[in-house]
């Protein structure tokens, strides 16, 4: 009987690499785990809506709460909610700031100021009479990738601020 021997004979024409070959296992052995990782990261929200991605931010004397979305992607519609809790019968500013204008468009503002204008890199926003526990809806489409850090402030209160990371 003929015995077996360790490497076969090398087929003409085909060079076998061995860290080729190595890479070709590893990746079969834990690309599927891999997969797995991605797709939980995605349904909890890790690039877009979902449990890391919803964030809620009050200022210190509860005159202001801002919810968004953490995390989102380029070109995809994005929801802002600014409330004022409280607020006053007399004409509210609000006044949105930081990276905003240069890395978000606002699509649609809701409901519609009685005035809006831009100063200083900031859009103001002017309402005359706003109601009891008055909310702003901002639909907005991110433009340009990266962190965006957005300051929001009420009245000229200290700034709320906070981060969005836009994925390209």
Do not use: C
């Not at 077996?4 to 785990?33: I, M, T, W």
């Not at 468009?105 to 859009?123: K, L």
């Amino acid at each position: 009987m003929a015995k077996a021997k360790e490497n076969p004979p090398a087929l003409p024409g085909v060079k076998q690499s061995h860290a080729a070959l190595q890479f070709e296992y590893d990746a079969h052995r834990f690309g599927f785990v891999l997969l797995l990782l991605i797709i939980a990261a995605a349904l909890l929200g890790l690039f877009s809506g979902g449990y890391f991605s919803e964030a809620t931010k009050s200022s210190a004397e509860n005159s202001l709460q801002v919810e968004y979305q953490r995390f989102g992607r380029l070109q995809t519609p994005v929801e802002l909610k600014i409330t004022v809790p409280g607020a006053d019968p007399a004409p509210l500013t609000l006044r949105i700031g930081g990276d905003y204008m240069a890395r978000i468009q606002t699509d649609n503002i809701w409901p519609q100021p009685d005035a809006m204008y831009s100063e200083g890199g900031e859009m103001v926003l002017v309402y005359q009479k706003p109601r009891r526990d008055f909310t702003v809806w901002l639909y907005t489409t991110p433009h340009r990738p990266g962190k965006t850090n957005t300051s929001v402030t009420v009245n000229n209160q200290p700034a709320l601020s906070f981060w969005q990371f836009i994925y390209p």
